[in-house]
């Protein structure tokens, strides 16, 4: 306790004197720099690839597409291709690669808040299993790729519903969700084995192991569009949650305290974090480690104030996956499946910056 | 704001009550200590007033009204509550928790304003421990912990402070101060409702008491009238002496001439005096 405290007593009340004023130390840099470098990757992105197209060809292409204006260049025989090149195949599996580590990104920032657990990812509430049993189950039904991925987008909500039933039998305790969490998730990950197990060895067993280890090959805009909508919702309501995020991440006891209805609040923003989680990983399969990576480094460089670690998770998480994708896509001709790049880039990654700057905690 | 505790009992589905029968009122800008041994239930009464558990008969009520209906911020404005320990898991910085106390005062979804981080730095003025405004929470001793817990609970404005064992984690010096803050909230207005190990602080602020134990409060009333040697004695189950000094009484446990037992040990001689 302070020594001082005895002092300040006569001058607190009442007395117009030098109030003092507390000026708090900003970040202006964060705001510039945490916007602008997700573009630059998503323009450098836009350029990789067999076909060759500089920055500012892409720059204008994404502008005429935009405008509704006809692209035209004397650098290329054939401009309409450079053309649908960039707004057909390479954008959507860039914008998707962003959108998708952006959104894991803050669906792990939110669950390490609210379980006050490092270890905790989009994948706690057994999201991930699920999402890969529906993806599963429509592959070896022999759905089409969109039913497939409707598919995992049900089950991987199946399972957030079922996680939450199971834990409303017991106690109000985050634990217990944890807890029906992981339980539900083996479930899943069991009848995915199964599933396994009874899939046609030379076509569909293939089909389901490429889609667990995650992929953005086969993404378009109308995949894209399939998962848009809950996703924006869900990322609104995270963002407008952020400062009872900050509350509910110091205690239960200490959030109630404060006046918050600690049940009710932490339910909104672990389901919003888990459909997020689910329809990422209905598009592009199980990518791991992207979720708790991204939330520590973003700590690291903003600390724990989730009205600045949402927005630096969500630009980070994208430039992450966007820079990995194109790892996956510029080294071999074979194409590795994400999943396991983030893995091995993910963690001597976060082993270097446990090791030069400590994670704080 | 009233406080009235009417025949609460509580248990933690062991079939044994921790809580049976409590009942007391309590008045704010009163301070009120409640003693009572380990295990009599203080904290469990705490937590049912604050609606963390709900007792299993009886009931609490907040000027009238049953505190099941009052909604988690309408009870943020009538009381602050600051549990025994708070381990922090994010390095949060303290103006940021304490602002959090504002939390109640502002929107649904709306962010703390400049006005309510300044209202917060005011409240680590107040205290005199505005140097910690930007250290990490998770840094700062245990005592300074403390304090800015308590600088989150008047950033709250509430009309009453509960607080659990608010002195067992502090060091003697903290201890003592820990009290003079007491009375200093109590003169700002502010009612400090408080469960403590400590009688010498009930009777330092000779304020309304009330001694717990496991069939119900035995005892309510000032601490120079309810804090006796006998009724110490009983909860306790060791000797107490209350003795003035200077102008002011203390508790001093145990038997004034062979607190340990060594004078009947040494004579009959099964050990020696050491």
Known sequence: ?361 | MKLAVDGVTFDYGTGQNILEGMSFTYESPDIMCLLGCNGVGKSTLLKCIMGELSPASGTITIDGKPTRQYSPRDMALKVAYIAQMHAPTFSYPVIDVVTMGRTSHIGYLSNPSDEDVQFAYDQLVYLGIERLAERPYTEISGGERQLVMIASALAQQPEAMLLDEPTAHLDFGNQFKFVQLVERLHAKGIGVLMTTHFPDHALLLDCETAILSKGGVVAQGPAHKVVTEEALGQIYGIPINIAPVGSRKVCVPGDLDDPLGRIEKFETGTTKRR
């Open chain 1, 1 to 361: 306790m302070s020594q001082d405290s005895q002092n300040t007593e006569s001058a607190s009340p009442g007395v117009a004197s030098i109030k003092p004023t507390f000026k708090p130390k900003r970040q202006p840099w964060l705001i510039p720099v945490f916007i602008i470098a997700p573009i630059l990757c998503i323009l450098i992105s836009l350029t990789l690839g067999a076909f060759e197209i500089s920055v500012p060809e892409v720059i204008e292409i994404v502008w005429c597409g935009i405008t509704g204006q006809e692209f035209t260049s004397d650098n290329y025989k054939n401009p309409a291709l450079a053309y649908s090149m960039v707004w057909t195949v390479r954008l959507p599996r860039v914008v998707v690669s962003c959108l998708v580590g952006a959104g894991l990104a803050i669906a792990g920032a939110v669950f390490q808040g609210v379980f006050r657990n490092p270890l905790a990812s989009p994948y706690t509430l057994g999201v991930s299993n699920g999402a890969g049993f529906g993806a599963a189950i429509g592959i070896v039904l022999g759905l089409s790729t969109f039913l497939i991925q409707g598919s995992a987008i049900l089950f991987g909500l199946i399972t957030v519903v079922l996680t939450f039933v199971v834990a409303s039998r017991s106690s109000k305790s985050s634990v217990t969700l944890v807890l029906a969490g992981m339980l539900i998730s083996s479930l899943f990950a069991s009848l995915v084995s199964l599933l396994k197990f009874v899939a046609d060895p030379t076509e569909k067993l293939p089909q389901i192991v490429y889609w667990l280890m995650g992929s953005f090959s086969g993404v378009s805009f109308e995949k894209l569009l399939m998962i848009l909508p809950l996703y924006l919702i869900s990322l609104v309501v995270l963002i407008a949650f952020r400062w009872r995020l900050n509350v509910l991440s110091v205690g239960d006891t200490e959030a109630r305290s404060f006046g918050i209805d600690v049940t009710r609040d932490r339910n909104i923003v672990i389901v919003s974090a888990s459909v997020i989680s689910a329809v990422c990983v209905s598009i592009s399969g199980i990518i791991g480690w992207v979720g708790i990576v991204v939330p520590h480094l973003a700590r690291m460089i903003c600390g724990p104030d989730f009205r600045k670690l949402l927005p630096v998770s969500l630009s980070l998480g994208a430039c992450y996956l966007c820079i990995i994708d194109d790892v996956c896509r510029a080294l071999t001709t074979a194409e590795i499946p994400i999943g396991v790049v983030t893995g091995i880039i993910g963690v001597p990654l976060f082993l270097y910056f446990i090791y030069r700057k400590k994670v704080n905690w």
